[in-house]
């Protein structure tokens, strides 16, 4: 990552409350074209969510602590806040003297911008905008949440606003809270209704809808430079499994996430 910083552009897309499962069921099935084409070998990889809820989360990864991978460890870090007997970071790990990732990467250069999805994000209020206020550009709009049936189309038409404003020689880290996954998600499949609620097949719905979107999101960060792109789950959620529904909760359906980084080349 030491390489990677400061020559390419950076995304970071949270799929918010995606489950692995359903994931890595829906890429096995083919019906993730545009995002499967990117994973490497085509599958997702299985890790642990760093929380169990948006909040928590997101707070850890913007520490540096992504999800870790769902095997014995330790596992070195792409990012770290210098800190004094960490196990987990490496000799290529990327290390910031800031208290946090996106701060970090401003001190580089970069321009930082947030694109939020569900409520954490959406400057409502003081704790509403503690995560977005780690960014030097920030947005949301109710279009944006998670009840609305084209989020993720609202998000890629203001990551496009924001990107065309940026010189091409600035690297920039964007970040997108995707929240077309959280509840309620009904909406997607058709057929599905506000009274019959979300199941698993609404999530997969979800997930589909989102993939058939995110090639435009790639194209425009493509027809600027190379970008190391990070996509994955911030947590999971329960569809009624042992009992639960929701999350904030421990349970193997919450704290096991998608996970995936590779480069999008670019096109010109």
Known sequence: MNAVVGRDDLLLLTLDTLRYDVAAELAAAGRLPNLARHLPGGAWEERHAPGNFTYASHQ????????TPAAPGPHPRLFAARFAGSESTAERTYVFDTPDLVSGLAAA???TVCIGGVGFFNNRGAQGGVLPGLFQESHW???FGVTSATSFEAQISRAEQSIARLPHDRR???FVNV???HQPNWFHLPGATREAGDTRATHRAALEYVDRHIGRLFGLLRARHRCFAIVCSDHGTTYGEDGYTGHRLGHPAVWTVPYAHFFLEPSV
Request: proline share 10%.
């Open 60 to 67: 850890a990864m913007f520490a540096g602590f992504l999800p």
């Open 109 to 111: 250069g970069y321009r």
């Open 141 to 143: 709009e109710p279009e």
């Open 172 to 174: 920039l880290f964007l």
């Open 179 to 181: 929240s077309a996954l």
